[in-house]
Nanobody, 126 residues
């Protein structure tokens, strides 16, 4: 599975961004998908995940209420919307596919995701 995230950029605080994660080489509809981010000097952190069916969602407490994850399996794409962006949201954002197809839960640790895209930079100015 090859993943490519897009949608990052420079945005003012309070703005919104919508990310897309498109897959090639395989279909995504059997995999739970996750979004992670890594700020400079910090570990990569989970922020959102969606089950392979789309029925289960999981958000990190740090961003809950400001983000929405969704997927369109027909388009082989997963989306992430972040609203009310803050300077502390500045990071490289990554999409990832679960290493285990048809997992019934949404996992939130990096080692459970076996496929990663190269990341997209987000910079939020105050």
């Amino acid at each position: 599975v090859q993943l490519q995230a897009s949608g990052g950029g420079l945005v003012q605080a309070g703005g919104s961004l919508r990310f897309s994660c498109a897959a090639s080489g395989s279909t995504l509809d059997v995999y739970a998908m996750g979004w992670f981010r890594q700020a400079p000097g910090k570990e990569r952190e989970f922020i959102a995940g969606i089950s392979w069916s789309g029925r289960r969602l999981h958000y990190a407490d740090s961003v809950k209420g400001r983000i929405t994850i969704s997927r369109d399996n027909a388009k082989n794409t997963v989306y992430l919307q972040i609203d009310n962006l803050k300077p502390e949201d500045t990071a490289v954002y990554y999409c990832a596919a679960d290493s285990q197809p048809f997992r019934t839960v949404v996992v939130a640790t990096t080692d459970e995701y076996g496929y990663w895209g190269p990341g997209t930079q987000v910079t939020v100015s105050s």
